[in-house]
């Protein structure tokens, strides 16, 4: 294809992402490093009879005129990066040296609300990720053993909890795991304990997250193992068997070797589509025990005061953690395409 | 459960097929069962579908035949689409849907047809980028958004947020349409264009006709993520133009304290209603979009 002709075929799909996707990457990059101007600050001095005072009154005019003139605000560099509520460098430095041990300084660590969002995400990014692909696999093993005609009918059953939107998933799970809901009564009549609620402690919300991670992710795995278990090699599982192999020899060495590419290119998504986990606190309501990067910016973001500066951090240090995971697949597909020409 | 695996069904011993009967069976009900029991609880009172004193009156409903004389009523749905005027958000979804499906479709299938054509290096750092693109959460990017959008009054209307979300859905329909353009065979639109045709003409009366499959899979994809978006819409729709995501979080913030919560459920009931028909007709066309991207490797 001439270049010419590639230009106006790709025109207007690189200008919507350029608008929509760079310049916004870009205009968060900015944000980050400025923040809203103080308000202009008169001071005027009233003599009366008893003495002078001073009284300090907000200048509405000259701060409007300051906010029209620089809407972005004004520049402070990595302050908002390293205060209070993001990376906490002064906090961080004065654990370091107060803790007693390892342990304490990460125990210490949790109480800053940008650490403990991070532990949450990373914990909830590399549980569920391996935990989908063991039980897609398992499933789509299972499947791939029964009789042709029920399958399509299981297909449809398991494409529900991946293809409906997460908040709403997440919704129909909270009100059966509710005190006052089945599997809530369920799960308190089997430990015995009528006050057991899995939203009062931090560790039971991380675990109902992960369930809910894993319930929403299997199906994807499930499906294309699935799809990859109808081009095995039959001789070479043949031979398998012929040698003498057991069922589990015949998984461990020729089916999951088989899978491999498949199994990568899985984990390598789900890596990053569980990092920016999001709508599952909204819809579990569990940011008090259990808070996510993606849900900081939501929060910044919503509510009366819109927090922009402090959004726009917690985006830049987000999209470097999700850049971190994504260099493998870059790599992967490098490789791939370099193979190919 | 490894060990379940067998080549043909005959030779399975009985135990095995008990074993994978009972597995497949429970992953039958942890999928589909929790939207069975909340489409059935849609219909019941709060006080039977949230009972106190026995799970169990959540299938029975005395408490609702008690009240109304039936063990199945509306208010629920009456609530949530007369009350809380859930029809807007209904009607709204459908606007966003269409226009982001077509919109995203028409520049996404010029945008890979161009990709899959030409041999140049350019085209691979194309998608490279657009790869990195996907990778970036929306709410990363709806930060991003809000600034210049209240400045230039763009914040807040149904057209902005199409907008927004045919740019987010394009790295995905790209790659999406750059593959299945590429199983197309070259020779038929460059015979085309040695009898004449201009590179449009050879895409308009060669390409179009052949290309439904993809793009029908491809339009799916770009459908179920403006459906079932969150970030975006919740983010830059004003309280009248919501569309039925973010509508369904607004009942959690308010109405869950009036004792409400069953507007909230009728409203997920009728927000996944679509997407079970959805799946019902497309169901091939949804496995063989999720497998392409992988089983190429």
Redesign the interface.
């Known amino acids: 294809?001439?270049?010419s002709?590639?230009f106006?075929?790709?025109l207007?799909?690189?200008t919507?992402?350029l608008?929509?996707?760079?310049?916004?990457?870009?205009?968060?990059l900015i944000?980050s490093v400025h923040t809203p101007h103080d308000a202009v600050l008169i001071e005027t001095e009233n003599c009366g009879p008893f003495g002078c005072t001073t009284a300090t009154t907000i200048d509405q005019e000259a701060t409007r005129a300051l906010r029209d003139e620089k809407?972005?605000g004004k520049f402070v560099g990595l302050e908002i990066y390293f205060d209070r509520g993001h990376l906490a460098i002064t906090e961080v430095a004065e654990t370091w040296r107060n803790a007693e041990s390892i342990g304490g300084f990460f125990a210490d660590l949790n109480n800053l609300p940008f650490y403990r969002a991070m532990a949450f995400t990373l914990t909830f990014t590399f549980t569920v990720t391996p935990l989908m692909l063991v039980f897609g696999?398992?499933?789509a093993?299972?499947?791939?053993?029964?009789?042709q005609r029920i399958k399509?009918v299981?297909?449809?059953?398991?494409?529900?909890?991946m293809?409906?939107?997460?908040?709403?998933g997440s919704?129909?799970?909270f009100?059966?795991i509710?005190s006052?809901?089945?599997l809530g009564?369920?799960l308190q009549w089997f430990f015995e304990d009528p006050d057991l609620s899995m939203k009062a402690s931090t560790g039971l919300t991380w675990i109902m997250l992960i369930v809910y991670g894993v319930?929403h992710a299997a199906?994807?795995s499930f499906?294309?193992f699935y799809?990859?278990l109808q081009?095995l090699p039959?001789d070479t599982?043949?031979s398998a068997?012929i040698d003498g192999a057991?069922?589990?020899q015949?998984?461990?060495y020729v089916?999951i070797p088989h899978l491999m590419?498949?199994i990568t290119?899985?984990a390598l998504m789900q890596l990053?589509d569980n990092?920016?986990v999001?709508?599952p606190i909204?819809g579990f309501?569990s940011e008090a025990h259990a808070a996510s990067l993606?849900w900081f910016?939501?929060n910044?973001?919503?509510g009366e005061t819109?927090l922009?500066s402090s959004?726009?951090t917690?985006?830049?240090l987000?999209?470097i953690g999700?850049?971190i995971?994504?260099t493998p697949?870059?790599i992967r597909?490098?490789r791939?395409?370099n193979a190919k020409s | 459960?490894?060990?379940?695996?067998?080549?043909s069904?005959k030779r399975?011993p009985m135990a095995?097929k008990l074993l994978?009967?009972g597995?497949?069976g429970l992953?039958?009900i942890?999928?589909?069962f929790?939207?069975l029991?909340?489409l059935w609880?849609s219909f019941k009172m709060e006080a039977d579908?949230?009972?106190?004193a026995?799970?169990f009156n959540?299938i029975l409903a005395p408490r609702t035949i008690e009240d109304h004389g039936t063990a199945f009523i509306g208010q629920g749905y009456e609530g949530a689409w007369v009350q809380e005027e859930f029809w807007k958000a209904v009607i709204n979804t459908a606007l966003v849907c269409f226009f982001v499906v077509c919109t995203s479709l028409?520049?996404?299938t010029?945008?890979g047809?161009?990709?899959s054509?030409?041999?140049?290096r350019y085209t691979?750092w194309?998608?490279?980028?657009?790869?990195?693109?996907r990778?970036?959460?929306p709410?990363?990017?709806?930060?991003?958004?809000?600034?210049?959008f209240f400045?230039w009054n763009l914040w807040g209307h149904l057209t902005t947020t199409v907008?927004?979300l045919?740019?987010?859905n394009?790295?995905f329909?790209?790659w999406m349409l750059h593959s299945f353009f590429q199983k197309i065979p070259k020779e038929l639109d460059e015979s085309a264009k040695v009898d004449g045709c201009?590179?449009?003409q050879a895409?308009r009366h060669v390409i179009i006709p052949v290309m439904w499959p993809g793009v029908i899979t491809t339009g799916l994809f770009s459908f179920?993520l403006a459906?079932?978006?969150?970030?975006v819409t919740?983010?830059l729709l004003s309280k009248e133009n919501q569309t039925m995501?973010p509508k369904?979080?607004s009942f959690?913030g308010t109405t869950q304290t009036e004792g409400n919560?069953m507007f909230?459920?009728s409203a997920?009931v009728s927000?996944?209603a679509p997407?079970?028909i959805?799946?019902?007709f497309f169901?091939r066309q949804?496995?063989s979009g999720?497998?392409q991207?992988?089983?190429k490797?």
């Open positions: 294809m001439k270049h002709s590639f106006w075929f790709i207007p799909t690189a919507a992402m608008l929509f996707i760079a310049l916004p990457i870009v205009s968060v944000q809407p972005l696999l398992m499933i093993l299972g499947v791939n053993a029964l009789h399509g299981l297909i449809f059953f398991s494409l529900l909890p293809i409906v939107s997460p908040l709403i919704l129909v799970l009100w059966m509710d006052r809901g089945i009564s369920a319930w199906p994807f499906i294309v799809a990859g081009t039959q599982l043949e068997q057991s069922r589990w015949q998984v461990r089916i590419p498949l290119f899985v990053m990092f920016r999001f709508e909204v309501n993606s910016i939501f910044d973001l919503g819109r922009l959004a726009a917690s985006s830049v987000t999209i999700v850049s995971l994504l697949v870059l597909t490098w791939d395409f | 459960m490894s060990q379940s695996y067998s080549l069904t399975q095995l994978i009967w597995f497949i992953w039958l942890i999928a589909a929790p939207f029991w909340t609880g579908f949230f009972s106190k026995d799970w959540a028409t520049i996404g010029l945008g047809y161009a990709l054509r030409s041999s140049y691979f194309l998608l490279i980028t657009a790869l990195i693109f990778a970036m959460p709410i990363t990017l709806v930060a991003g958004y809000l600034l210049p400045e907008i927004v045919v740019a987010i394009q790295p329909t790209l201009t590179q449009f895409f179920l459906y079932n978006d969150f970030a919740s983010m995501v369904i979080a959690l919560v909230a459920v997920v927000a996944t997407l079970f959805l799946v019902m169901q949804i496995v999720l497998t991207g992988a089983v490797g």
